[in-house]
Structures are given as structure tokens and as C-alpha cells.
């Protein structure tokens, strides 16, 4: 490093370099990103997985006719892959995300790299069985690694046809999902009451609620926990974006304020992955970089919770 740089000053610049583009028209691979994303294990199987995914809610809800969004979509999951990444959430509720989704990894031939995790959102067992059949065909897949109740939604019901689906090898995982805190106290009876291999929460530096009971239940039964909003929905990166960095992000090897915001739920211990939400190919590789470095702890997350 030049000795006349800070630390700060080196990052800063190596993350605009990082912003540089192949002839391609591609965002160029980092140092960092030519070894892959830091994984944690799954506790149902002990498989690792990537600490970065990536959320398809509204980016991923386009039409093929859109061309510049789907090539921006398709960037996303190539950086995503050329990181080591794996995991891609989706859901029927995001309109065409789904398809969006299978056509990508069809058109890219990436089925095979990608860790697909996706939701029924239905009451009554034979709609939900209708909407994972759905679901299979919009993403081209025969098989799904993670099939999750969206909101809980009649959980009971959709819980035993996954269970059933998990025997006969249709999808490797099953879990839940919510993404608010009125929902915690039917989250937690159902964490304890049922055997599960993900929860997906809600967890964020504005929207910290999960950290009090639900990631140590979470850990305590052995469930892998997939953060959804960790941006609060993009509120929080709103706030914050305009002002400066803290000194002290360098220490953490963060050059953003997303990526110290996913790094803050990477301190916790309970969190398997967390899936941010994005179309946008630099945005993907932004967040990617809170996979490398230096590993979060509980002083980071003291010193973000102190900002606001
Ligand atoms: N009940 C549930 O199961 C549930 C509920 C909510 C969410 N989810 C899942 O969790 C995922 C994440 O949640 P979310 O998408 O609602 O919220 P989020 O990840 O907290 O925030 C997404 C917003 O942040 C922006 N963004 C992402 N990376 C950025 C970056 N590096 N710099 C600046 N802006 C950035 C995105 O805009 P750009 O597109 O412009 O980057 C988007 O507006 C969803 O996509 C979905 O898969 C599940």
C-alpha cells in the first residue's frame, strides 16, 4: 500500500477502481471477489453457505421486453456467481420475479450454480400445491433448495405439504418467513413448535427487534436464518447515504454505508445470509464486498447502533 495513503483513503480508491468495466461492458471482479464470498454453515446439514444473496422483490418483477432491465437482472446474478454466491429469494407475491429469475439462469445455463429459495403464499393445501408447481415452471427448475411460508400464511397447511416435498427430494429446505416485528410472537411459537431448517426475518440497524428473542431462538434450535430488509426496505440507506462515512468503516474493510449495514447483521452470530434487494449491477457488487475482510463483531454493530 502507498504509505502516503490512510487506510481509508487506499479503500475509498480501491472501491472506485473496483467500479471499473471490462470491455464487455461488465463490472470487473475485485481482488477479494477472485476468492470466494465467506460462507456460514447450514446447522440442518452442515452445507456453507454464502454470508451475500440477493433479494428479487420489485427489481426483478420486469417483462423480457425490457431489455435494459433484464440485462442489468442478468448482471446481477453474474456478479453474484463470480463472487461464489449463491442464493437468490423470490416469491409468487413478486409478480413476474420468478420468471424473471428462471429465465436468467436459463438463458446464462446457471441453474446449477444458483441455491433458489422461494415461497408459497396461499391458503389451502391445494392452491399451495398448485402455486409450487407454478413456481417450479416460472423458475425452470425441478428441484428448489428452499421453500418458505411467505408471512406465515397458513402455515399449518403449507408447513405439511413442504414436509411432504422434502421426503420425496422436491426441495432440500423448508421454512418460514415474516418481515415485521407484530409477527415475532406467532414467529416464536412457531419456531419452537415445529422442526425448521430456515427462518427468514427481517433484520436491520433500524429494524433490530429480531436480535432480542428470535435469532437466539433461531440458534438455539439449529435454524438457519436468511435477513430480509437489511436496508429496512431501502429507508435506512435513504438516511444515510448523504452523509459521510465514520473513519473507523476502514477498520471493517467497508468502503459504504450498505456494506457496514450488511456487516451489521453479519455480527450476529444467529445469521446464516443476508439477501438485499437489487437490479442495479452496482449496487450487487457493493453489497457483495460485505462477504470479504475484516469479520463483524459486536463492537461494529455497538458503533453503527450509536449513530443513530
Ligand atoms: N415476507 C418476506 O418473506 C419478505 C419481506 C420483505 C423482503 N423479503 C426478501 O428480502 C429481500 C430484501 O428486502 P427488500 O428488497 O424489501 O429491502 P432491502 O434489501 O432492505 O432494500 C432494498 C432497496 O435498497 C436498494 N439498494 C440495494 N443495494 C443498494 C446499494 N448498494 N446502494 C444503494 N441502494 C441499494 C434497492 O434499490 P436498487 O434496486 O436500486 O438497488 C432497494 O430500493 C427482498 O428482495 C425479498 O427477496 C422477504
Redesign the pocket.
Known amino acids: 500500500m502507498n504509505p502516503l495513503l490512510t487506510r481509508a483513503e487506499f479503500l475509498r480508491l480501491s472501491g472506485a477502481l473496483l467500479l471499473s468495466l471490462s470491455p464487455a461492458g461488465h463490472l470487473l471482479a475485485s481482488d477479494a471477489e477472485r476468492s470466494p464470498l465467506r460462507t456460514r454453515r447450514i446447522p440442518a446439514s452442515g452445507e456453507a453457505l454464502p454470508v451475500i444473496g ?7 418483477d420486469i417483462s423480457p421486453e425490457d431489455r435494459e432491465a433484464w440485462a442489468a437482472c442478468g448482471e446481477v446474478l453474474r456478479l453474484l456467481f463470480a463472487a461464489g454466491g449463491t442464493v437468490i ?3 409468487p ?2 409478480g413476474r ?1 420468478e420468471a424473471t429469475v428462471g429465465g436468467l439462469l436459463d438463458e446464462m445455463n446457471a441453474h446449477a450454480r444458483a441455491f433458489l429459495a422461494t ?1 408459497v403464499w396461499n391458503h389451502g393445501r391445494e392452491a399451495g400445491l398448485a402455486q409450487m408447481e407454478e413456481s417450479l415452471e416460472y423458475l425452470q427448475s425441478g428441484h428448489i433448495q428452499l421453500m ?1 411460508v ?2 406465515l400464511l397458513d402455515w399449518r397447511t403449507q408447513l405439511a405439504t413442504l414436509r411432504e416435498w422434502k421426503e420425496q427430494g422436491r426441495i432440500r429446505y423448508l421454512g418460514v ?4 416485528a407484530s409477527a415475532y410472537p406467532e414467529l416464536e411459537a412457531v419456531l419452537r413448535a415445529e422442526p425448521l431448517d430456515f427462518l ?1 426475518v ?1 433484520y ?1 440497524l433500524d429494524e433490530p427487534q429480531a436480535a432480542q428473542r428470535i435469532l437466539p431462538l433461531a440458534q438455539d434450535r439449529g435454524v438457519a436464518v ?12 435513504r438516511r444515510l ?1 448523504g452523509q459521510p462515512l465514520p473513519a473507523w468503516a476502514a477498520d471493517y474493510d467497508c468502503s ?4 457496514l449495514l450488511l456487516k451489521f447483521c453479519l455480527a450476529n452470530p444467529a445469521v446464516t445470509c443476508v ?6 449491477p ?6 457483495l464486498q460485505a462477504g470479504y475482510g475484516k469479520e463483524p463483531d459486536d463492537d461494529l454493530a455497538e458503533r453503527l447502533r450509536g449513530l443513530l
Open positions: 440477493v433479494g428479487t422483490y420489485r427489481a426483478f429469494d423470490s416469491s407475491m413478486y420475479a415461497k418458505q411467505h408471512n418467513t415474516h418481515y415485521t427468514q427481517n436491520s436468511l435477513v430480509n430488509r437489511p436496508f429496512g426496505g431501502g429507508n435506512l440507506l447515504l459504504s454505508w450498505p456494506q439477501i438485499p434487494g437489487t437490479g442495479n452496482r449496487h450487487m457488487h457493493d453489497n
